[in-house]
C-alpha cells in the first residue's frame, strides 16, 4: 500500500505517480527541525513548484520552515527593447510575501543560511561552493525521464523525438554538471503520454513534478547517505539541448511530414525562406495552422502527387475558390502534402496564406494544369529553403 504524504495531491494523478519511497524511520529524520529551503527559479514550469512547496510549507506537519526565491534578472523584450519582463516566478513570490533574490551569476552572490537547494528550470549551475554551504546541499525536478533528454529543454525534445512517454525525475544536484546527479524518484514506467502540444505537455509535467518534489521533500530523499533508484532500461537515450534557431528552419527535402507536425506542437512557430517574382529572399513565419491534406477527390491527389517537394502551391476551383480554406500546399520528401492555413511575411501582419503569399508576389498566376479539368492551380517563383540566400551550385 502506497502513502501519499501529501494533503494536496490530486486523485487524477496517481494513475501516473505513486511514492517510490516511504518516511524513513530514523529519529534524526523525524526530528523537529523545519527546512530552510533556497527555491531556484524563473519558468512557468518552476512556479507550480514553487505554489506546491509554499502550500505545503503551511500545513502542520511541513518540514519546511522558510522558503527564500532566487531568480534571473528582469530583461528587456521586444521592439527596440523597450517592454520590461520579469521571470514568473519573481511575480509568484511577491505575492506569496517569500524573501526574493534576483540574480544572473552566482559569483559574488552567497545565499542566507540554507538548509537544503531545490532547483526547477534555473538555468543556472548552482555552484559547489553554494551547495557545500547547504546542510544538505540541493535536489532538482527534471521534465524528462533521466538520463534520456538530459538538457536545457527536454518536453520540447520529448514531442520533436516522437517520444511516446515521458516524465519526472527527481535528482541530487551536481556540483559542477547539469543532469548528472544521483536519481532519487522517478515516473515509473511506461511513464507520461506524450499526447500533447508543448504548452498543455509543459503544465502536465509541472502537476505531476510539484507533487513528486513535495513527496520527496516530505519523505527526505534528499538526506544522505542517498537511495538512488535502479537503472533504467532505455531503447534510445538522447540530449536535448536549448532550443535555437535552426530548429525552427523546415528542410522539406529532408524533414518527413511527421518531423515537421511534431516541430509544429513543439515549436508553434517555424520558417522557411522563399523568392519573390524578382528572386529576392522573402522569410515566412509559419504558425501552428499546419495539418497533413486530407482530401477524397482524385484530381486533387493527382494535383499534389505531380508537385516537386518543397515547392508551395495552391488549386482553385474556375468558381475562384481556394482549396483548403485558402491554403498553401507543399509535398514533404516522405510523399505527404501538408496545408498551410496562415501564415505570415516577414513584416506583413498574419493571415491567410495564400493572401499572404500573393501579397508578398510570391505565386505565379494560376493556370490550368495539363491533363487536370476541375482546377486550376498556382506554384511558388521556387522551392521553400532554410537559407536567406541561395546555395552555389
Not at 265 to 274: I, S, T, V
Not at 284 to 311: F, N, R, T, V, Y
Not at 320 to 325: H, I, K, S
Request: net charge positive; proline share 8%; charged share 20%.
Amino acid at each position: 500500500m502506497f502513502r501519499i504524504a501529501s494533503s494536496h495531491l490530486r486523485a487524477s494523478r496517481a494513475t501516473y505517480y505513486r511514492p517510490t519511497r516511504l518516511f524513513h524511520s530514523s529519529s534524526r529524520l523525524w526530528s523537529d527541525e523545519k527546512l530552510r529551503v533556497l527555491f531556484c527559479g524563473a519558468d512557468r514550469f518552476s512556479v507550480r513548484h514553487l505554489e506546491a512547496l509554499h502550500h505545503d510549507s503551511q500545513l502542520p506537519d511541513s518540514n519546511i520552515g522558510n522558503i527564500t526565491v532566487v531568480t534571473r534578472t528582469d530583461k528587456r523584450t521586444g521592439r527596440g527593447l523597450k517592454q520590461i519582463t520579469s521571470p514568473p516566478v519573481k511575480g509568484e513570490a511577491l505575492k506569496l510575501g517569500l524573501q526574493l533574490y534576483q540574480i544572473d551569476t552566482f559569483k559574488g552572490w552567497s545565499p542566507p543560511p540554507t538548509d537544503l537547494i531545490i532547483a526547477v528550470s534555473f538555468g543556472l549551475l548552482v555552484p559547489e561552493r553554494i551547495l557545500s554551504a547547504s546542510t544538505y546541499g540541493g535536489i532538482n525536478v527534471h521534465p524528462s525521464l533521466l538520463p534520456d533528454l538530459r538538457g536545457a529543454a527536454p518536453v520540447h525534445w520529448a514531442i520533436m523525438l516522437g517520444r511516446k512517454h515521458t516524465g519526472v525525475t527527481i535528482q541530487s544536484l551536481h556540483p559542477t554538471k547539469f543532469d548528472e546527479g544521483v536519481i532519487l524518484d522517478q515516473t515509473p514506467a511506461p511513464g507520461i503520454p506524450v499526447n500533447h502540444k508543448w504548452g498543455g505537455l509543459n503544465d502536465t509535467l509541472a502537476g505531476f513534478g510539484a507533487d513528486m518534489l513535495v513527496n520527496a521533500v516530505r519523505n527526505r530523499l534528499y538526506m544522505p547517505p542517498y537511495k538512488p533508484l535502479p537503472p533504467r532500461n532505455f531503447d534510445e537515450v538522447a540530449l536535448a539541448p536549448k532550443i535555437a534557431s535552426e530548429h525552427r528552419r523546415v528542410d522539406f527535402n529532408t524533414l518527413s511530414a511527421d518531423d515537421i507536425l511534431r516541430r509544429r506542437d513543439a515549436l508553434m512557430k517555424l520558417y522557411a525562406f522563399a523568392r519573390n517574382r524578382n528572386m529576392a529572399p522573402v522569410r515566412l513565419i509559419l504558425g501552428p495552422e499546419i495539418s497533413e491534406l486530407s482530401q477524397d477527390d482524385a484530381e486533387i491527389h493527382a494535383i499534389c502527387k505531380w508537385q516537386p517537394i518543397g515547392q508551395p502551391f495552391a488549386i482553385r476551383t474556375h468558381d475562384g475558390e481556394v482549396l483548403d480554406g485558402g491554403s498553401i500546399l507543399v509535398n514533404t520528401v516522405d510523399g505527404k502534402t501538408l496545408s498551410i492555413r496562415k501564415m505570415t511575411v516577414e513584416g506583413h501582419p498574419p493571415m491567410n496564406a495564400y493572401a499572404a503569399a500573393r501579397s508578398a508576389n510570391l505565386m505565379m498566376p494560376f493556370r490550368q494544369a495539363p491533363g487536370f479539368h476541375a482546377y486550376l492551380a498556382s506554384w511558388f517563383y521556387a522551392p521553400l529553403s532554410t537559407e536567406e540566400k541561395p546555395s552555389d551550385g
